[in-house]
């Protein structure tokens, strides 16, 4: 791997990490629904400019409804259901459980496409459910907190799901075309939501700002870097992003959150990601 292709696949991370800190700040001031639906909206607007410019056309009707079928799998429940648990978990947490998706998608590519499950594939899916297990104790006291942690798990198993679908029709739908299409249907889909969304309250200059960097950084950015990185080193090194993202995620929480790093945190951590190095790994 070049240094320059290292340092777009660690700025991903960090990008991608950031996305659990901001969605902290958003979320229990816009509520759920807003958070999830602005991050769409803003990132597929910017993703719709940008091709424009570069001349690319998603193709809208030949492609729309998968991009809706995907885009509700892969964004808009998954970030309504980060933004809810955002509410009870620290970014931390959020990001660590985040990492169990490539094992979802492992179980579901053998579920779904008659993929063989491998001795070590099983056990990296054993290594991440020990993981879950270990995080989700200390954190479960409430019964808040234990509904919280199973949305960060449904919305990882969806984007397993998502992965299928995705590796199904990848030969098929463009994938710059997947980038911006799923977000624009999706954040289009949620709209009716907003109305039954409780009224925002307090919104500030962070806030705003929060907002802003969820769509265009961890969105719009996030989305090209990703796609630059499958064509310069390929899907199964692209995908070697999953193993850093808990790590920022830790990291920018305990920074600028000052959550608290405990040992039982950094053991399940460790657990799952050495269970998605086991489940990724060629």
């Known amino acids: 791997m070049r240094a320059a292709d290292f340092g777009r696949l660690v700025a991903l991370a960090a990008i991608w990490g950031a996305s659990f800190l901001f969605t902290r700040i958003v979320a229990p001031v816009l509520g759920p629904v807003l958070t999830a639906d602005l991050r769409m909206l803003v990132a597929g607007l910017a ?48 990001a660590v459980l985040n990492a169990t998706a490539p094992m979802w998608g492992a179980l579901f590519t053998v579920l779904l496409l008659g993929e063989r499950l491998t001795g070590r594939r099983a056990a990296g899916l054993a290594l991440g459910v020990v993981g879950v297990a270990v995080l989700s104790r200390p954190d479960a006291g409430t019964t808040q907190a234990f509904l919280a942690i199973a ?3 449904a919305a990882s198993f969806l984007y397993g799901l998502a992965g299928v679908y995705m590796k199904r029709w990848a030969g098929e739908v463009p994938a710059r075309g997947m980038a911006v299409g799923t977000q624009v249907a999706a954040g289009l889909l949620m709209l009716p939501l907003i109305p039954f969304s409780p009224a925002p309250a307090g919104v500030t200059v962070l806030v705003a700002a929060s907002v802003l960097a969820l769509g265009l950084l961890c969105g719009a950015v996030a989305y090209l870097l990703y796609f630059r990185l499958i064509v310069d080193i390929g899907p199964a090194g692209a995908l070697t992003v999953t193993y850093l993202i808990p790590l920022f995620g830790v990291l920018w929480g305990t920074l600028f959150l000052g959550e608290a790093l405990s040992m039982t945190m950094l053991a399940g951590g460790v657990l799952v990601v050495l269970g998605t190095v086991f489940v990724l790994r060629n």
């Open 47 to 94: 993703l719709v400019a940008y091709f424009r410019l570069v001349g690319f056309d998603p193709d809208w009707r030949r492609w729309g409804r998968k991009y809706a079928f995907v885009g509700l799998l892969n964004s808009g429940l998954p970030f309504l259901l980060y933004a809810y648990s955002a509410l009870y978990l620290s970014a931390g947490l959020m």
């Open 151 to 153: 949305a960060c798990l």
